[in-house]
């Protein structure tokens, strides 16, 4: 059974840091490529950051220079650290899980989301 748990959301001021937390278990961790997305109320969601098996990181332009993702292969754990944080960041953070085979989706997987709100 897969499991994509998420943990590290909750209110936070303007400014300020979080880390959030996704353990993975069911999955060949390190032959995914892994992300986290966000959805704000009334909007649709989108990707936040990603970073391939092999290390390779993108960033959304809204985040950029204030996100960092990271993974930790050895723990099956993928970290989202949020620096400078606006209230504009606020959503439920979602973790995501992709196989992708010559540049083919395999397969993919969700987890349940942890809201981060952002406000004084």
């Known amino acids: 059974q897969v499991q994509l748990v998420e943990s590290g959301g909750g209110l936070v001021q303007p400014g300020e840091s979080r880390r959030l937390s996704c353990a993975a278990s069911?999955?060949?961790?390190?032959?995914?490529?892994m992300g986290w997305y966000r959805q704000a109320p009334g909007k649709q969601r989108e990707l936040v950051a990603a970073?391939?098996?092999?290390?390779?990181?993108m960033y959304a332009d809204s985040v950029k220079g204030r996100f960092t993702i990271a993974r930790d292969n050895a723990k099956n754990m993928v970290y989202l650290q949020m620096n400078a944080l606006k209230p504009e960041d606020t959503a439920v953070y979602y973790c995501?899980?992709?196989?992708?085979?010559?540049?083919?989706?395999?397969?993919?997987?969700w987890g349940q989301g942890t809201q981060v709100t952002v406000s004084s």
């Open positions: 995501h899980a992709d196989l992708v085979v010559d540049g083919e989706r395999e397969r993919d997987y």
């Open positions: 069911g999955i060949n961790f390190s032959s995914y490529a």
């Open positions: 970073i391939t098996s092999g290390g390779s990181t």
